[in-house]
């Protein structure tokens, strides 16, 4: 059985981690955007059919809304995030001494 140089197990990390956090990144944008689409399709159901009056009576259009806002925005931050994640990974791989060749 062949072992791995400490470059070849290296790498295999970096890339099983950056796999993870790009799985991460695809699944979380995904979510956002199923949340916007779900979100949408309600709003679409009240605003068409006048039943925005009943939640403005109930006292909750303006709390379902600032909800959703706060939510989304949230999930879309955090996708940043996760790219930003990304990215400072990407960079150690290049600066992580056992990547550096010894010349």
Known sequence: MKKN????DS????ALLL?????LI??????AET??????????????NGLYELM??????KTYER???LMYYSMKGQVEQLKHLREV?????IKDPINIPIN
């Open 89 to 93: 990974l990407q960079l150690f791989l």
């Open 19 to 23: 796999e993870g956090v790009n799985d």
């Open 5 to 8: 140089t400490p470059w070849e």
């Open 67 to 69: 909800s959703f806002e």
């Open 26 to 31: 695809r699944n979380t944008t995904r979510l």
């Open 35 to 48: 949340y916007e689409t779900t979100n949408m399709d309600f709003a679409q159901l009240i605003y068409e």
């Open 11 to 14: 790498q295999i990390r970096y």
């Open 56 to 61: 403005k009576k109930a006292d909750q259009l």
